[in-house]
């Protein structure tokens, strides 16, 4: 069965730093959406993507956040400048355009900001 | 925005007990789905459910749209079944984001 892939798994960096968070949905979704978890909280929305362009944000996704999806197939989030508080479980998700709207969601990316 | 309750937020249960966690939702939705957090952080999709019933070997879920909750029953539980357990809803529109409960988080002990 298809899936959405993320790398890493598991990213350390110092404050400040400049990560990109990476993700492979799957091949014929349109729809692609970034999530975060800071730990022992809900899951929480950041971005949606559509036809190259954010279709939707959240108050979390401000100017130090951007998405981009450079080819066909990679769809990155990208944390210019690493806050403490950027440190949290990075979700991928991606939905295919059918008479269904499930999401289906990525194994995450554990980002740990020092 | 959509407002999305479970209860309750913790269980503790006997393995081979059953049990039933509940899902309401403020508004119409187009999707509800069930997922199971397991101890590495992964989100198990356990069932696209937005209306229904459905059901998945000891699982199962009923989604009642009009009256806007969702149930999620665990029969014979085992401690592998730990974890928490978090419904998310998709408001009626188009591909919208979903937003998530606060979980319910079952320990289940031998």
């Known amino acids: 069965e298809p899936e959405v892939t993320q790398t890493p798994s598991h990213q350390v960096t110092q404050m400040g730093q400049e990560v990109i968070l990476r993700c492979v949905p799957i091949?014929?979704?349109?729809?692609f959406y970034w999530y975060r978890q800071i730990l022992g909280q809900k899951v929480e929305f950041l971005v949606s993507?559509?036809?190259?362009?954010?279709?939707?944000k959240s108050e979390i996704f401000d100017d130090q956040f951007s998405v981009e999806r450079p080819d066909g197939s990679n769809f990155t989030l990208k944390i210019r400048s690493t806050k403490l508080e950027d440190s949290a479980m990075y979700f991928c998700?991606?939905?295919?355009?059918?008479?269904?709207?499930?999401?289906?969601f990525g194994p995450g990316t554990r980002l740990t900001v020092t | 925005g959509i407002q999305v309750e479970q209860s309750p937020p913790d269980l503790i249960l006997q393995e081979g007990a059953n049990s039933t966690l509940r899902c309401n939702f403020s508004?119409?939705?187009?999707?509800l789905q069930w997922f199971h957090q397991n101890p590495w952080g992964q989100l198990i999709n356990l069932f696209y459910?937005?209306?229904g019933t459905k059901q998945n070997g000891r699982l199962s879920a009923t989604t009642v749209a009009t009256e806007r909750y969702s149930l999620l029953y665990i029969s014979s539980s085992q401690t592998t079944d730990s974890g928490v357990y978090f419904c998310?809803?998709?408001?009626?529109?188009?591909?919208?984001?979903?937003?998530f409960g606060t979980g319910t988080k079952l320990q289940v002990i031998p």
């Open positions: 459910i937005p209306s």
């Open positions: 998700a991606s939905v295919a355009l059918t008479a269904t709207y499930e999401q289906y």
């Open positions: 508004d119409s939705v187009n999707n």
């Open positions: 091949s014929n979704h349109l729809y």
């Open positions: 998310a809803v998709c408001g009626s529109g188009g591909y919208q984001k979903v937003t």
């Open positions: 993507f559509y036809n190259n362009e954010i279709s939707e």
